[in-house]
Each structure stands twice: as structure tokens, then as C-alpha cells.
């Protein structure tokens, strides 16, 4: 059964006020508690390991999957998740993973997410992170998402974790086939002494891929964020990278984009810029009315949308 | 009624340190336009920063409706009823039109904003919902924060460079709003300027230079000047000694 913390945790990662429509399943403290399952999207328990096959059946159009985790207790939780997307189907999967450790064990979501986005669909695909609670206990999420995306098709990703988690390496690796998108966005925010590494790596191996990722971060108190976009054209393809970080305080923030051509036609950019809350923008909300620390939260709430 | 009495303002910067506003005496009206004009560096943008509390004088003394407000921080200033539109006004990466005249006004009304992206030159339905990012042009960007500034209840708005980057057609619709202002409300309004157009909106001129007002004059008296230095040099607009009497060319 779900408590209220359970709900409050389904809320921040899911967006979820109570049991989502459609198909879904919700997972707590390494167990399964609720599923449900429609007639184009089915859910499967895995027999070899813990996790779940979720197959969307192809042509399904304007249905959503929600798979979000909860821990509220010191364990070590660790997922293998895999996701069939059939062709010419479009679908919202909403993933996440909520932490409540109010104890001194450490609390650990490990979760591999598989996705193979067939010939002609859509997905997108959102995932947030979200740990509270007092205790010493450390919040630790190390997710990895595996996505092939086959000719025609598109994947979007919207990777979010604000706060509460207090370690973290994210491992994302994509495979672009022939005319494949893929628009990623990724938003980061660090305090204290929390850590975050983000390695995402995007293989363009088919003529016509696009490639979009955007990282935005915001490092706060001590904490450390390093992050490694990797884009890679074996094609004629075009791809671009931006990663953009506002450092404060006594954070630390390393960004490596790396971009490599093994094709004469692949088009590839990286930007990357580290830099303070700028002064001028400080001062324009300020003239409006606004306090100093008002006016740095308005910034930084923008910047992280 | 807006007064600034005895004015200093010393910056330190790369050079050490620099006396930006030397001794400024000012007493700026409700329902007037005052343009403050003269050269480069000579301290307009500076007396209006000072005004807004972005510079806090060395000494001196700054009064709104006679009460000191030369210790105010910004945002105090800001709910006073002071406001001003930058000369280059920032950009925000996520933060949407909307949001900022939202943020501006105080208030959440779509028509309002409407009439002020108007007032602009600007058309709601395209710019409300965009972010004011990289993607907009110096011009946009310009006419965003007058409408910032426009979306205020203001008893003193401050326009620094008004027309920069503004087209010719638009700066004709921008006079028109500093004059509906100017009428409809009981504000100062002072404008930084080198337009020939704005300064004829001018109750008064004001002539900044070298840090000091240099001298308080008419429109109809600068712009015979203008006139004059015109017909005097007919390579004034190009000329680095500036068309100045003493300037010493062939002619």
C-alpha cells in the first residue's frame, strides 16, 4: 500500500496526485506494488532478473506508461528495465525514482533502462530524481539508459534531478539509425556536498540522423557536477551539444564535450559555458522589485525549466 | 518631484578610481519629459543608475517626494516607483516574455500585456510565449525591456537610449507613447537621448558632460545648435574634433 510520503514521492517524480490512468507500475522498496496494464501496452514481470519488459504494441498513438520507484528505507535496489516501443507507435513513458531515507543506511537505486524505439515511433521519455528526508543516510541513484533508435524514429529525453540526491552517475548511450532524432534535455541542480556525473554518449550510425542535446546545470554549496557529452557521426549526419552550467558558491563543475567525425558529411557542435548568475540580469529584476535572492531564484528557476 | 543634491558618484575600476558624477544638482518635475543629452562618457547613464540605486553616490543626497531615498537599495527603490529601461538590457535563458512584463507589472493580464507589446511596436501573439534568449535581435531585445518599464506604475521612469537599435518607423511610435505618459499620468519621465525626434519631446534639456550637468536648456536652443554646428561644418558627423568651433581643420 502507499502512504503519504509514498504519494508526496509519486508526486515530485510523476507528476502523479493519485493511480495514473493507463498502463503503469509502481515499485517500493524493491518490490512491485500496483500494475496495470492496457491493451496496446503490456508489463511483464522478468523471470532471470529483477525488473520488468514493458512491450508497446505497434501503432499505438497518445498513451502513456508510468514506471516510477520509491525507496524509503536504507537498501540497495537495482533494476533491469526494457522497453519495446513498436513501430509507428507514440508514447509518453514517465519514469523516476523517488527517495525517502530517513535512517543512517545508505539508500541505492540502481536502474538499467533498455529502450528500443522501432521503425517510425515516437517516445518520449521523461525521468526525474527526487530524494528527501533528514537522515545521514546517503541518497545514492545511478541510472543507465540504453536506447536504440531505428530508422525514422524519434526519441525525446527529459532527464531532471533537482536537489535531494546526494550521489550520482548518470550513464546514457543512444544509437541513431538512418533519419532517427533524438532531442535530449537534461537539468541538473547540485548543493551541499551532493556529487553528479552525467556521461551521455550518442552514436549517429545512419545517414540523415540528428542529434540535440542541451545540458543546463546549476551548482550549488560544495557540490561537484562533471559532465561528458560524447557525440559521435559515423554518417551524414548533424548533431550539436550544449551544456551550459551556472557555478555558485564554493561548487566545483567540469564539463568535457567531445564530438568525433568518422564521416566527411557529419555536422557536429559542442558549446559549453560555465559561468556565475550574470550581474546585469541580477540588477534588471531587481529594478523591477524584486529582492536580490528572489531575483537569483527566478534566474535559476528559468534557466532550469 | 525627484531631487538630487549634490551628487557624487567615484568608481573604482581598472584604471583605479574614476569621479563618474562631480557635484550633480537636479530637480526633476511630475508631468514632464526631461532628455538628458551630451557626449559619450559623460556620465548620463551614470546619473540615471544612481537614480535607480544601481550606483550609490559618495555623497550627496537623493530625495522622491522629499523623502531621502539615498540609502535605498534597488528593489526599495523599485516599489518606490522608480524605474529604468538599460541601454543594453540582458537576456534570460528561460524565462519568457510573458514572465518578465508578469514580473514587471505585478499583475496577470494578458490584454494589458497586449497593449504594451504594442506600444512596442511588437506583436503579442508572437513574442508573449517566447523566451527572451539568445533568439532575439538587439532591437527586440530593446523594445522588451521599454515595455518592461511601460508595464510600471512609476512616479520617475528612466529610458536610457531609448532608440537604440529601434527602427525609424517604430522611434515615431515610441515618441507617441512618451507623450500619452506624459499626459495620462502624473510621472517624470526622463529620457537619455541623442534623437533628434526625442529631444523635441523635451520640457526641458539637460546637458551632461564630463561628469557635470554642463547646462539645463531648451529644445529649441539645441537644436539651433545643432543647426548651427551643422551649417558651420558640413563634416561634423565625421569628423573627430566633432564639428567644435575650436576644432582645428581647413576649413
Known sequence: MLNATDKRLLE??????????????????????????????????????????????????????????????????????????????????????????????????????????????????????????????????????????????????????????????????????????????????????????????????????????????????????????????????????????????????????????????????????????ASEQLIKLMSLGLTEKEAEDTILQGFLK | MLELKDVSLTLVGDKGQVEVLKEINLTLKNKKIYVMTGPNGGGKSSIGKTIMGIFRPTAGQILLDGMDITQKEIYERAHLGIGYAFQQPPRFKGIKVRQILELSSGKNQTENLCDLLYDVGLCAQNYLDRELNASFSGGELKRIEIATVLARDLKVAIFDEPEAGIDLWSIQRLTETFVNLREKYDMTIVIISHQERIIKLADQIILVAEGRISGITSQEKILEDIRQLDSDCRCRKDCIGGGLKNAKCDR
Open chain 1, 12 to 277: 515530485e517524480i510523476a507528476d502523479l496526485h493519485s493511480i495514473p490512468q493507463g498502463a503503469f507500475n509502481i515499485r517500493k522498496n524493491g518490490q512491485g506494488v500496483e500494475r496495470n496494464t492496457t491493451v496496446n501496452i503490456d508489463i511483464i514481470t522478468k523471470k532471470d532478473k529483477p525488473g520488468i519488459d514493458i512491450i508497446i504494441k505497434p501503432g499505438t498513438k497518445g498513451e502513456s506508461v508510468h514506471i516510477p520507484v520509491i525507496l524509503s528505507e536504507g537498501m540497495d535496489d537495482l533494476v533491469y528495465n526494457t522497453f519495446e516501443v513498436g513501430a509507428g507507435a507514440d508514447v509518453l513513458i514517465v519514469a523516476g525514482c523517488g527517495i525517502h531515507n530517513s535512517g543512517s543506511k545508505k539508500a541505492q537505486h540502481d536502474g538499467i533502462h533498455e529502450f528500443f524505439v522501432r521503425k517510425g515511433a515516437r517516445m518520449k521519455y521523461v525521468e526525474k530524481h527526487y530524494g528527501e528526508g533528514d537522515g545521514k543516510g546517503e541518497r545514492v541513484l545511478n541510472p543507465k539508459t540504453i536506447i536504440e533508435v531505428e530508422e525514422d524514429a524519434v526519441a525525446e529525453l527529459e532527464m531532471i534531478q533537482i536537489k535531494g540526491v546526494d550521489r550520482t552517475v548518470r550513464d546514457t548511450e543512444v544509437r541513431l539509425h538512418k533519419n532517427a532524432r533524438l532531442v535530449v534535455s537534461e537539468r541538473l541542480l547540485t548543493y551541499l556536498d551532493q556529487t553528479a556525473e552525467s556521461n551521455i554518449t550518442v552514436e549517429m550510425i545512419g545517414d540523415d540522423a540528428t542529434a540535440q542535446v542541451v545540458s543546463r546545470s546549476v551548482a550549488q554549496g560544495t557540490s561537484k557536477q562533471l559532465f561528458h557529452l560524447n557525440l559521435r557521426g559515423y554518417a551524414k549526419c548533424r548533431g550539436h551539444i550544449q551544456c551550459d552550467s551556472i557555478i555558485m558558491h564554493d561548487a566545483r563543475v567540469a564539463s568535457i564535450p567531445e564530438i568525433s567525425a568518422y564521416h566527411s558529411q557529419a555536422e557536429l557542435i559542442h558549446e559549453a559555458a560555465i559561468g556565475k548568475i
